[in-house]
């Protein structure tokens, strides 16, 4: 929420509980005219009070409110459904009026804020707020994070032991430095734990796919290791440390934040310490140029077990010509390039299209390839023609239709509605060898080769997780009728335009 006094606060929570000065006056033990004087900035409460003041004006006003205010009330402070109890609801308000008196006393009283009863010293906040660790995240985010003209941030979670809000909020975390990292260098290393129950691979492995993948140009790195599954610490060099503290069940117990020097070097250089003596880097990255020239690429395609989950069309499964004609067009004439293309064409015809092979593809990948021609080749974006992606389609109902050990499946749907506007992930398996696409941008076309076995492993089974998944559509006939509609659809809006 953005910078309120303590008085457009205090109005704004009476208009929205419909609720009178006078009444709250009443409640208080105060005249009237006080109220007014605080709402129109004039005064504000003692330093002695102001405890009491927020506790008791907080409870009254959600005392008061009706399901329509209620509603009105947590849109206007955006908080979740999911927090329904009144006394939660308290004392988010409760901390709210506090903030805002601390910020009205900043201005107008500045020796006033240091001496408040409710923190001792700025430089630490504690918060006892266990429902709300989205909202203070992303608050600690606006507040100190975008200040800064230089970042170098760390972050030390167990995915496995967070709640889905937690986690969001970390994945979320990205796209904010991706929009930093345009006006400032941005630096972020997350130390990833994978310790504890794995009820939730699907959620946490694609949340971690997309954190590898999402926001290409910022410099952002991924390690595994063993780190406090209780709790999660985040630190800014030389700005802020933050630390949340969980039970057993997921519940966030407290939360504190420091700004004070020492505290915040300490664990800077703690978690740095960790990560250059025990952390192991998740993926490591290759330009798309690269993948070719060193043979990673036919390394994958040449490998046992192949196992393929599409979230948006690539060069698989083009028929031998239409993959040289788009080869061409992209690379040019760079016959080294062109030569090793021409080997994966050949192995990916003669071997991958007949050997065992497993494959989802993400329907909306499909349906929006074939409207659009767009796919991307190597990791690298162009764009088909009606007949070369009918020639491309036609290809994948042959090889369908005529490869007893080839098995496509279509994903109809998300596995996860918190990632349904995200992209799609992609992930190539096999036995020896596992692969990410990162999402295109800026001219990078890499690709994530996996490192760390512990997370290959997870790979592995979040694969087999959704392979089987009720969104899945595994009947091959239903599958081929779904792509000739698509392609039946793409040739009548071609031809209307």
């Known amino acids: 929420m953005k910078s309120i006094t303590f008085g457009q606060l205090l109005d704004k929570l009476l208009y929205l509980s419909n609720q009178k000065k006078s009444t709250l006056a009443k409640i208080l033990g105060y005249d009237v005219s006080y109220i007014s004087k605080w709402i ?117 979670a167990n ?58 140009s910022i410099n952002f790195e991924v390690y595994n290791c063993d780190v406090d599954s209780n709790s999660v610490m985040s630190v800014v060099k ?21 700004k004070e020097k020492r505290v915040v070097d300490e664990m800077y250089y703690s978690l740095d310490e960790i990560v250059k003596n025990q952390g ?12 070719i020239k060193n043979k990673k ?58 050997s065992k092979l497993k494959v989802l593809i993400y329907e909306s990948g499909l349906e929006s390839y074939i409207s659009s021609g767009k796919l991307n080749f190597f990791n690298i974006p162009v764009e088909l023609t009606l007949e070369q992606r009918e020639r491309h389609i036609n290809h994948i109902e042959k090889v369908i239709t005529e490869s007893e050990n080839v ?26 060898l596992t692969l990410l696409k990162i999402n295109p941008e800026k001219e990078i076309n890499d690709y994530a080769i996996v490192r760390d076995s512990e997370f290959k492993h997870i790979c592995d089974k979040f694969f087999d997780s959704i392979w089987e998944n009720d969104i899945v559509v595994n009947d091959k006939e239903d599958v081929l009728e779904r792509m000739k509609k698509y392609l039946a659809y793409s040739k009548i809006i071609n031809e209307s335009f």
């Open 40 to 156: 129109n900035g004039k005064n504000l409460p003692t330093q002695k009070s102001i405890s009491d003041v927020c506790k008791r004006t907080s409870e009254f006003i959600v005392n008061s409110l009706t399901p329509i205010s209620m509603r009105e009330l947590k849109s206007y402070f955006e908080i979740g459904e999911d927090i329904n109890t009144n006394s939660i609801l308290s004392q988010y308000l409760e901390e709210r009026l506090k903030e805002s008196y601390i910020y009205t006393a900043q201005k107008n009283i500045p020796n006033l804020h240091s001496r408040t009863h409710w923190e001792d010293s700025y430089n630490s906040i504690m918060h006892i707020n266990p429902r709300l660790r989205k909202q203070y995240l992303a608050k600690d985010m606006d507040l100190y994070i975008k200040k800064v003209s230089k970042l170098d941030m760390m972050i030390s």
């Open 159 to 216: 995915l496995f032991k967070l709640n889905n809000n937690d986690r969001m909020a970390i994945a979320e975390m990205k796209s904010d430095l991706a929009e930093l990292g345009e006006k400032v260098e941005v630096r972020c290393r997350i130390l990833l734990g994978f310790e504890g129950e794995i009820e939730d691979i699907i959620f946490n492995t694609i949340l971690t796919i997309n954190m590898i993948t999402m926001y290409p």
């Open 238 to 258: 030389d700005r802020i440390f933050h630390m949340a503290i969980f039970a057993k069940d997921k519940r966030c117990l407290l939360t504190n934040m420091s």
């Open 280 to 291: 192991k880097p998740i993926v490591e990255r290759k330009s798309s140029i690269n993948m």
């Open 297 to 354: 690429y036919i390394q994958y395609i040449m490998s046992q077990d192949l196992r393929l989950l599409m979230g948006s069309i690539s060069e698989l499964f083009m028929p031998f010509d239409l993959f040289t004609e788009v080869a061409e067009s992209v690379f040019g004439n760079d016959k080294e390039i062109l030569d090793e293309l021409r080997k994966i064409n050949m192995f990916l015809q003669n071997v991958t299209y007949t």
């Open 407 to 432: 098995e496509i499946k279509l994903i109809d749907g998300n596995f996860v509605e918190d990632f349904k506007d995200r992209q799609n992930p992609s992930l190539y398996l096999s036995k020896t």
